[in-house]
C-alpha cells in the first residue's frame, strides 16, 4: 500500500514538475502567458530563468554581527554602471532601509566579497543569510520580513 501511494504521489509530482510558462498571440495581436499551450493558437514555450534564493554566512565573508542583527542586515554587491544597482540602491534610502554597498571593481572588500560569493553579476544581495542576484521589490520585501 505505501508503494502504491509513493508512486502516485510521483507521478502527480512529476506531472507539476513537467508544467511550464507558454506564450501566445491572439487574433487581435495580443499577447498571452499562460501555464498551459492555447488549444486556439500556435504556443512557443518559454525557458525562464527564475531567481533563486541561497544561504550564505557571514563567517565566510569575515563579519560578525549579533544574532538580531543578522537576519534584517543587507549588503548589496554593486557597480557604478549598474542600472538596476541604482534602483535597489534608491528603493533602499527611499523605504529607509539601512544597507551596506560594496563596489565590486574599486572596493576591495567588494573584490574579495564578491568572489567569496561566486558571483558572476550585480547586483548580489545579502538579506541576512539569504541571497538574491539581481533586484526585484517584490522579492526583496519578501527576504526582508
Known amino acids: 500500500m505505501k508503494g502504491l501511494l509513493s508512486l502516485l504521489l510521483f507521478c502527480l509530482c512529476a ?30 514555450s518559454l525557458k525562464l530563468k527564475i531567481n533563486t534564493f541561497e544561504s550564505v554566512t557571514y563567517d565566510s565573508l569575515s563579519v560578525e554581527l549579533p544574532p538580531s542583527e543578522k ?26 532601509i539601512g544597507f551596506t554597498e560594496y563596489d565590486v571593481e574599486t572596493s576591495q572588500t567588494g573584490k574579495v566579497g564578491f568572489e567569496k560569493l561566486n558571483g558572476k553579476g550585480v547586483p548580489i544581495i545579502l538579506v541576512g543569510d539569504k541571497r538574491m542576484n ?12
Open 15 to 44: 506531472v507539476a514538475w513537467s508544467s511550464g510558462i507558454y506564450r501566445w498571440v491572439d487574433d487581435q495581436g495580443n499577447v498571452h502567458f499562460s501555464d498551459s499551450p492555447s488549444e486556439a493558437h500556435a504556443s512557443e
Open 71 to 96: 537576519r534584517h542586515r543587507v549588503v548589496m554587491y554593486s557597480a557604478s554602471w549598474c542600472g538596476v544597482c541604482t534602483k535597489a540602491r534608491r528603493y533602499f534610502e527611499a523605504n529607509n
Open 134 to 145: 539581481g533586484f526585484s521589490a517584490a522579492i526583496f520585501e519578501t527576504l526582508y520580513q
